[in-house]
């Protein structure tokens, strides 16, 4: 698994430990363990070549629930998110290499500093938004000397003070572990040029995201990096456009009866900036490049990965090969039902997408 080239293309699904979505309100125990092997299996047999285990402040710890996918899996790979900050760097830097050595280099880190203050503030963090990211400078700092020091290390920073510091245990790749890297503010995209190998957007505009390759370009190349682009999309499929359009309709509509069922009333407004991005987004219309559906982050106050690219198999992937030509390289793709879209996701989304790619590349091959 490990690093991949500029231009290897690499599709991410996203693993739940229990069956729940924007139109299902989670029921039952927290954990599910049936319900996340056959998730986790579902995305290996369709050809994923990771899966995102999420974070939350309440939610089942996302380090073991890898350690369990890996266990019921046999080639899949992880991309673990978590909390810059919570954990030791040296602590964490361990356990994701122990992990990765267990697993045979199926390791990633999606590192996350934290958006909004008051889930931080369930876990007791109280830092603001650019103290956070300036302690994720100095936690991949860290980390990254911990995958591939040869002897001990000091580090004197802000929020860390390490004295001989080291690991016996490295990762499978000696270059360490691979980071990806959210965050949208500018601190964000500050400490994402120093250390993201690939930058996450949730699904953007063609203009949006045009812009944000721009800026974390610009971001890295003083430090002579020059990372990955991904994209997080919610795909709906069905077998014509029309069919399509109307199941989005549909999926609004549930997500409406589900938040109303909860008691929860209009979403507050939120505070990360990446939401800000998809609810300005939001603002521009509900139907934005010709399949970018943006109702539903509006409904939810973009807490998360919520716009849609709606259509066909081959129309949502002639979409996604429109972002592939801005440089995105890697798709985060989860559907709002989870285990069914993931299924259909393997079966049609990512084969015609490959199609598509492989009939251009021997188009200009043959030019």
Same mark, same amino acid.
């Given at each position: ?10 599709f +991410? ?59 019921v899996? $046999?080639?899949?790979?992880?991309? +673990? ?18 992990l ?8 990633? +880190? ?16 109280? &830092? ?21 020091? $040869? ?24 270059r ?13 995209i ?15 505009s ?30 709906? &499929? ?22 109303? #069922? ?15 991005? &998809? ?21 939810? *106050?973009?807490? *998360? ?31 709002f ?6 299924? #259909?996701? *393997?079966?049609?989304? +990512?084969?015609?997408?490959?199609? &598509?790619l ?10």
């Amino acid at each position: 698994m490990s690093f991949l080239s500029p231009d290897a293309v690499e599709f +991410i699904g996203f693993a739940a430990p229990r069956h729940q979505s924007e139109i299902r309100a989670p029921a039952g125990p927290a954990i599910d363990r049936d319900y996340l092997r056959l998730l986790a299996q579902a995305h290996e047999w369709g050809g994923f070549d990771r899966i995102l285990v999420a974070f939350y402040a309440t939610a089942p710890d996302a380090i073991l629930l890898s350690a369990q996918i890996a266990a019921v899996t $046999e080639r899949i790979g992880l991309m +673990i998110a978590h909390r810059t900050g919570f954990t030791a760097p040296t602590v964490a830097a361990r356990q994701f290499a122990t992990l990765d050595q267990l697993t045979g280099g199926r390791v990633a +880190i999606h590192a996350i500093s934290g958006g909004g203050d008051r889930e931080l503030a369930q876990d007791g963090d109280h &830092l603001t938004k650019d103290e956070r990211y300036a302690r994720t400078d100095e936690f991949l700092t860290i980390a990254r000397q911990v995958w591939t020091a $040869e002897s001990p290390f000091d580090f004197a920073g802000a929020h860390y003070r390490i004295a001989g510091g080291f690991s016996a245990v490295k990762p499978v790749d000696p270059r360490g572990i691979p980071v990806y890297f959210g965050g949208a503010s500018p601190a964000a995209i500050a400490v994402a040029g120093r250390h993201a190998d690939t930058y996450a957007l949730w699904g953007e505009s063609l203009d949006q995201v045009r812009e944000a390759i721009r800026k974390v370009r610009a971001a890295a190349a003083p430090h002579g990096r020059s990372p990955r682009f991904s994209l997080s999309f919610r795909p709906i &499929l069905a077998a014509t456009e029309e069919a399509a359009w109307a199941r989005a309709e549909d999926i609004l509509a549930r997500t409406r009866a589900t938040r109303a #069922a909860q008691g929860l009333g209009p979403a507050a407004a939120p505070e990360n900036e990446g939401s800000r991005r &998809l609810l300005a987004a939001a603002a521009q219309g509900n139907r934005l490049d010709t399949r970018l559906y943006t109702a539903i982050a509006r409904e939810t *106050g973009a807490s *998360g990965n919520s716009t849609a690219l709606v259509g066909t198999p081959e129309q949502v992937a002639e979409a996604l090969l429109a972002y592939h030509d801005l440089g995105v390289r890697t798709f985060l793709i989860r559907g709002f039902d989870p285990l069914e879209d993931a299924l #259909a996701y *393997g079966r049609d989304l +990512i084969p015609a997408f490959r199609r &598509l790619l492989a009939r251009r590349g021997a188009q200009a091959e043959a030019a």
